[in-house]
């Protein structure tokens, strides 16, 4: 069951070690699903409760600690030996007398590591105020230091098998991007759209199945343009109604984030005029990349392209993506703006989303990369365009089942 | 696009405010995202970077602080005023130099809150170790604090509109778990039947939408049935194969999750003897249900009705359930479970999940449940039994329109 050759998780524990041996850390909490996922293969819902991967410097096999009715999970989707899977009992989920916490550290302590330097993600979702402050009450003598990110920077170099399941995620993100857009049309409802899209990134492709992306298809509808980050509602789409499209196609956890603007009808003049101006931004921008550069070189090529038209995007303008859990398929390391020197190498892959976002509008217009040997290798061949769909319903040679 | 009329927002925001005023609490900071949804309406997927919604005892509105961009979502969604809704600039996002909290905590300063007592929820996904430093840090004179789960408290009993929320929800569960049970059969993959069950959530009925789950559909099959948290490959079914389905359905952020079991063709005599005494335990459990008694009650019920015929379970069998977001549909309050010593009252909603695994198999079957003056009223009504489907696909009355 395993997903990539055992060699592979290997190699990435190797690079963490080294990582943390040049941070001075001993043993390594990882709580982020992603990290877990990319060092053992734990691939599970399971992150609702606490658990963790624990690396030590010098054992060759990390440890998952989690709850018990996931063992059976971990055991099933990892690398490592049965008795690397340990677990705490089940009284201890969302209680408030007992705290999963204090459990781990009493463990950590029979380990023999009470008092070493031990690695915790600071800022990540799944490693709580709390969680931290329970380590600490019950690890008295161990020293703590902050290792966010710490694997977040293994992974943004991709291994050739990691590509080619971004390419597969490409695939996915392409078809579901085309049922969207083929059930946007009057009479047809946002959750209409939304449901089609979802089937299509479920289902994948003949060859391969879909899975779940990190964050569910984003689909502002009129007016609510400005506001990026909105889902759908059971509204009913109408003629001169803009709607952005945001999704990702994902494949064993790997993503592939693709976005678009589409018109119901006729586009006023403003939406083909900022269409026009994104896709010359993302055309330049991507004429730049390449290996040896700074990512902030991207920033400033896009402000070239752009302000030239008076436009001023205060946002960042992408962000390296890969394998995620929810709720972001960002990495969380190289960001796309002004002061990232971040060098850029092959195998880098960046969701490169320049949006604009108004009072009352908005547009959105996104393309995934990889960095090549000598410039970028698309992961979505859709239409660079504004999107110009007819009110009316009529059958189409959309690749969607559901139109 | 209010989802609650103004004055049911203002009574919870009420009955909060009694709660921090029991609790010595000037001052709450909710970034918990369903509490966050529950005061103020704000529905967005923005919870993946740093967000929260200010509650201050004297003052009657509360303060949206989130990042620029989702500012728009937060007027369009919340009830109140436009200038209650603070944002920080882009460069605070996923930054190593800058922290939105250092940020927020300047803010709350100006406000006047420096010196004040400040409510956080300490175990929360969304509130990480390195927020609460951050806010520490910069917040010298305050004192913290622990207010976790002061909002999903008030969250447990539900108001009447709240319950038919949920009512929706429990259509579009049947739906769902209709859909997904006529996908499974030889030939089509794990993916496949989870598409179809993503496809029947998200688009709803004629009458309503479905809004994304918290969680998404589970499918552990054969062996896997024996680890419960397992999403879906593209692997084919094949007869023999028992597969758990559990999902949720969802209507505006409200949730009714169901699982039940599935086996392609003949079950095996041990699956049989397992749904019948699960199914026994559920009606012995439902039978005893009702306002006044404890919820350990519930969980002594269970224990006479299986423990005659051997069965043990270690983990607990439900939670309270309701408006949530990724990644738990679960309150987080009251447990079905020993010790748990909450009273049940009309309104309470409960989603009551017995599952039973072992070594190399398992079974689910759940119910999602209302407290009535005097019983209980059940959100879906779906075949209470192990689904016996054909192996082979045949055209049959499903709803779903794929199959």
Redesign the interface.
């Known amino acids: 069951m395993l997903t990539f050759d055992i060699l592979e998780y290997q190699e990435r524990l190797k690079r963490t070690k080294e990582s943390m041996e040049r941070q001075g850390i001993e043993v390594l909490l990882i709580t982020d699903p992603a990290n877990m996922n990319y060092l053992s293969g734990y691939?599970?819902?399971?992150?609702?409760v606490h658990q963790m991967l624990v690396v030590i410097l010098d054992e060759p096999q990390p440890i998952w600690i989690g709850r018990?009715?996931?063992a059976?999970?971990a055991k099933?989707?990892t690398w490592m030996y049965d008795e690397k899977i340990l677990a705490y009992?089940?009284?201890y989920?969302?209680?408030?007398v007992y705290?999963p916490m204090a459990y781990i550290a009493e463990m950590l302590k029979q380990m023999g590591h009470g008092k070493r330097t031990i690695g915790?993600e600071?800022?990540?979702?799944?490693?709580?105020?709390?969680?931290?402050?329970k380590l600490q009450e019950n690890l008295p003598d161990a020293s703590f230091k902050?290792a966010?990110?710490l694997v977040n920077w293994i992974r943004i170099i991709k291994s050739d098998q990691e590509i080619e399941f971004m390419r597969r995620a490409g695939k996915i993100a392409e078809n579901a991007m085309q049922a969207g857009v083929s059930t946007i049309h009057n009479g047809s409802?946002?959750?209409?759209a939304?449901?089609?899209i979802?089937?299509?990134?479920?289902?994948?492709t003949e060859e391969?199945?879909?899975?779940?992306p990190s964050?569910?298809p984003?689909l502002p509808t009129g007016?609510?343009t400005?506001?990026?980050?909105?889902?759908?509602?059971?509204q009913h789409f109408e003629e001169g109604n803009a709607v952005i499209v945001e999704l990702a196609g994902c494949y064993k956890r790997y993503h592939v984030p693709l976005a678009r603007t589409v018109s119901i009808g006729q586009p006023t003049e403003r939406l083909e005029r900022l269409a026009d101006i994104v896709r010359e931004g993302i055309e330049n921008v991507l004429a730049r990349a390449k290996p040896g550069i700074y990512l902030e070189e991207l920033e400033e090529a896009w402000r070239e392209s752009t302000k030239k038209y008076g436009i001023e995007k205060?946002?960042?303008l992408g962000?390296s993506t890969g394998v995620n859990y929810?709720?972001?398929w960002?990495e969380?390391t190289a960001?796309i703006?002004?002061?990232d020197q971040t060098v850029l190498q092959p195998n880098m892959t960046f969701h490169f989303i320049p949006?604009l976002?108004f009072?009352n509008d908005g547009i959105e217009m996104s393309e995934t990369f990889r960095v090549t040997e000598d410039g970028v290798e698309m992961f979505t061949h859709y239409p660079r365009e504004l999107i110009i769909q007819s009110p009316y319903h009529l059958p189409d040679d959309s690749k969607g089942?559901?139109s």
Chains 1, 2 share one sequence.
């Open positions: 691939d599970a819902w399971s992150f609702y018990l009715m996931d059976n999970g099933s989707t009992p089940d009284y989920v969302h209680s408030d705290h915790v600071m800022d990540q979702y799944y490693f709580s105020a709390k969680a931290y402050i902050d966010t990110s409802r946002e959750c209409d939304a449901a089609s979802y089937y299509e990134l479920v289902k994948g391969f199945g879909g899975d779940y964050i569910v984003m007016e609510n400005s506001a990026p980050h909105l889902t759908w509602s059971d205060e946002s960042r962000y929810p709720p972001d960002g969380h960001s703006r002004k002061g949006g976002w009072d089942i559901i």
